[in-house]
């Protein structure tokens, strides 16, 4: 595969927040917050249950729109980005609720990951005539490749749902690498795990990082896993940014001590 980070022209960071905003009716989920992330960082995004951190994701992919500030992607400036201009830039996300189908094969499962790499018309595609033999091979082969790189080929044809839970977030995973991602969003891919399959999770997390030049933005609840695999952290506490910085700094902030350790409130 080639890393969707060689696609990119500009030379700044790879996502800039600007003042974001956001509010669902009276409840302010996310209150001016801006910070960046650098090109091949991995960035964790921690604090407390409720703090605003997946709704900054869902702002950050265009699910949700914010009433104020800017995301900046890849040099592109926008008030608001649609999910699928988001998805076609090169932003891939994965669900705190594992968002797969549960009735469809890791493969298909994998395979719908490269939708938005096809290049063949629908029609072209139902009659399997033109581009889309071709591409179908094509899809086929670097879903294989994503498949043998998370090491899930065992259940390849096996139905999603069949699977145990920490299997189904590898395939979720597996599903958003398959779009070649820029900038990979995580939302607690390690939620629910014990701490064999976090180690395990956080090592795919690096690998694909490493190889692909993959910019990683991920939510995690775990401080030891945060501090093993971010280059950066920034905290939220009631949907404003505390601390932003390299783990070890962010580790001895006292307003992230005291957030976490509920002595400020
Ligand atoms: N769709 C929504 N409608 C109304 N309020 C919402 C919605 N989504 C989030 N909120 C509220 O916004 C705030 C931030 O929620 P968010 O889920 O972003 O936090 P979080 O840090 O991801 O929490 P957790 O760690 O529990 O997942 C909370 O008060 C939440 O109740």
């Not at 090169?90 to 594992?98: H, M």
């Not at 994998?110 to 009659?127: I, P």
Request: aromatic letters at 6%; charged letters at 25%; a positive charge.
């Amino acid at each position: 595969m080639t890393g969707g980070a060689t696609r990119t022209a500009h030379s700044g960071p790879l996502l800039r927040l600007d003042g974001i905003s956001l509010s669902f009716g009276g409840v302010k989920a996310i209150t001016d917050i801006s910070f960046e992330v650098g090109r091949g960082e991995i960035c964790a995004l921690i604090g407390p249950n409720g703090a605003g951190k997946s709704s900054l994701l869902n702002v950050i992919n265009g699910v949700y729109r914010a009433q104020q500030g800017r995301v900046s992607f890849d040099g592109e400036v926008r008030r608001h980005m649609r999910p699928h201009h988001a998805a076609e830039r090169g932003i891939a996300r994965t669900f705190q609720n594992i968002a797969l189908f549960k009735g469809m094969t890791v493969l298909d499962n994998v395979l719908t990951g490269r939708n938005l790499r096809r290049r063949s018309t629908w029609v072209e595609q139902a009659l399997r005539i033109g581009r889309a033999g071709r591409e179908d091979d094509e899809q086929r082969r670097r879903a294989e490749e994503v498949i043998e790189f998370l090491r899930i080929q065992p259940w390849r044809q096996t139905v999603v749902g069949k699977l145990p839970y920490g299997l189904q977030k590898r395939v979720e995973l597996g599903r958003a690498l398959a779009a070649e991602p820029a900038l990979l969003l995580l939302d607690e891919p390690m939620a629910g795990m014990n701490a064999a399959e976090k180690a395990e999770m956080s090592r795919f997390i690096v690998d694909i990082n490493r190889e692909y030049g993959t910019t990683v933005v991920l939510i995690e609840h775990d401080i030891g896993v945060v501090m093993g695999i971010s280059d950066h952290v920034v905290v939220l506490d009631y949907g404003r940014k505390i601390a932003d910085g390299p783990p070890e700094e962010v580790r001895r902030n006292p307003d992230v001590i005291a957030a976490y350790l509920g002595t400020r409130h």
